[in-house]
């Protein structure tokens, strides 16, 4: 049908003439309200929007004088926020005379790249920014699937497993005996894990 003839069609119907596939052969036209055509392709690209995936940069802050502890919980949060999907930026701040002693906050996210590696990966290598040393973690293509997070929530559970409670499995028993022998003699520090 020429144009001309479907738009005399579409005013006397008190429509538009609406071309919706242009780049087909011949282009495809349809007579509708433009308003509400307008309309329900917004809708649909908000439906679509809604059902996306938004990755979320979340920080985590750490100080050169971290305890052990404290820096095992901020791992754990960090290896949760990477199997959710999001993206991690971990910062260690320096104040004052720790300035002198920016090494201690290289080989600390050195250590947190390092553990932290089968759940994520390093999207920015740590780098000097004033008094922040700065990392951005992103999760790893395979730990978006459900099956394979599982498996790095069990090894961290294990590693949290209160001093007095009675192992479950030997790799439980490995990581409950080793906060014991500190209580009997103080010759040795925190063990690392």
């Keep these: ?8 069609m579409a005013r006397s ?14 282009p495809v036209c349809r007579i509708i309200n433009y308003g509400k055509y307008l309309y329900q392709l917004s809708k649909r690209q908000h439906e679509a929007k809604k059902h996306q995936k938004s990755i979320e940069l979340k920080e985590v802050k750490f ?52 553990e932290v ?9 740590p780098r000097q920014e004033g008094p922040n040393l700065t990392a951005i973690l992103a999760p790893n ?11 790095p929530r069990a090894s961290a559970a294990s590693r949290a497993a209160p001093v007095g409670a009675k192992p479950a499995s030997p790799a439980v028993a490995g990581g409950a005996a080793t906060p014991t022998p500190p209580k009997s003699s103080d010759s040795s520090g925190p063990s690392g894990g």
């Design 63 to 114: 100080r050169p004088r971290t305890s052990e502890h404290d820096f095992s919980v901020k791992r754990d949060h960090i290896i949760e926020f990477l199997q959710e999907g999001n993206k991690v930026k971990a910062t260690v701040t320096f104040r004052g005379r720790e300035m002198a002693h920016r090494s201690i906050g290289m080989q600390m996210i050195e250590r947190l790249i390092q």
């Design 141 to 151: 293509k395979k730990t978006s699937g459900k099956g394979s997070a599982a498996a």
């Design 117 to 125: 590696g089968e759940v994520g990966q390093v999207e920015a290598r």
């Design 1 to 8: 049908m020429p144009p001309f003839e479907a738009l005399k």
């Design 13 to 26: 119907q008190g429509l538009d003439l609406v071309e919706v596939a242009p780049t087909a052969n011949p």
